[in-house]
């Protein structure tokens, strides 16, 4: 029997989230770097291979030799449903505390981040190809708006779970609705927290979010990212596809293909953007007690972060060296 499943007490993780251009990434890569731990992401636009730049994913040498898991698992053209990515988050931390690792959840995702930590059961709905074929051409036509409005229209319960900004999710949580009446598909907690979850949260003023975004997509293309997404049409990625639902990627595509000119998809990648920070904040709000905030303007904010696994650490009966 493993180290994990043979304790009394729930395993202990620590989740780093917040919004984007918080500074997720690295404070989770220091906090593995000082407390012997790899990361889990929980970065849904992570998971694919060949999206590098748009996606902001640390290179090998940002990971500073910290073994991540749950990146560069698929391909573009593949799907991923939450209750994959449960079952795989799952069985990584089971394999990481087996090392006699700290595991350490980083990400932004909200649906990925709750749903792990609070012991989501999620049904495995079957697609329906009749309806998905139908919402695929509202969303080329229409835009994720249409999308909305459809699933709000079902008046379904469990809807304020959705990440409705993300076309993937809206579609598949449209076929859940259609089928059970539910957009989670019946999703339920379980009665216990599966997990002793420490959760650092990160926040900064909103202005500064979106200085931070503005200068991080220009950094982006400064890089290669219109290279990037010209390897992936080359290699038969669609606009369409599941991974294509990170932001950026499809204005890039309509950009290349001659749809929209370079200013109005610098607009558009900005605006979505900043929707989703907005989005984040709703998954991830200031009154909930679980989450230990600190503010990225605070110069000392990773000592912070450090301190605060050191205290929980302790509290726990643990003591961690990186080794």
Do not use: C
């Amino acid at each position: 029997m493993s180290e994990s499943k043979s304790r009394s007490n729930p395993l202990g993780v620590v989740a780093v989230i917040g919004a984007t251009a918080t500074g997720k990434t690295s404070l989770g890569i220091e906090i593995a770097r000082r407390f012997n731990g790899e990361v889990l992401n929980a970065d849904s636009r992570l998971f694919y291979r060949g999206m590098d730049i748009g996606t902001a994913k640390p290179d090998q040498s940002k990971r500073q030799g910290v073994k991540h898991h749950l990146i560069d698992i698929l391909d573009p053209h593949q799907a991923y449903s939450l209750s994959e990515f449960l079952k795989d988050a799952g069985d990584a931390i089971l394999n990481i505390a087996d090392w006699e690792k700290l595991p350490i959840i980083v990400g932004g995702s909200g649906q990925y981040i709750w749903g792990l930590l609070e012991g989501w059961e999620v049904p495995n709905i079957p697609p329906n190809p009749e309806l998905r074929e139908e919402l695929e051409v509202h969303l080329r036509d229409e835009g994720v708006d249409i999308l909305q409005a459809r699933l709000y229209a079902t008046g379904a319960r469990g809807i304020e779970k959705v990440e409705i900004l993300n076309p993937r999710r809206l579609i598949r949580a449209i076929e859940r609705a259609v089928a059970t009446g539910d957009a989670m598909g019946g999703a339920s907690k379980s009665a216990e927290p599966p997990y002793d979850a420490l959760m650092i949260g990160l926040r900064a003023p909103r202005e500064l979010l979106h200085a931070r975004v503005e200068k991080r997509v220009d950094d982006m293309f400064a890089a290669g990212w219109r290279e990037e997404v010209e390897r992936l049409i080359e290699r038969g990625v669609k606009r369409d596809m599941p991974s294509m639902s990170a932001i950026g990627y499809r204005q890039l595509i309509d950009h290349i293909e001659g749809r929209i000119d370079d200013s109005k998809m610098r607009e558009e990648i900005l605006i979505g953007n900043h929707r989703l920070i907005g989005a984040q904040n709703n998954w991830f709000k200031m009154r909930d007690e679980r989450i230990s905030w600190i503010e990225i303007t605070d110069v000392d904010h990773v000592d912070k972060a450090i301190e605060l696994v050191s205290e929980w650490l302790s509290k726990r009966g643990e003591s961690r060296i990186a080794g």
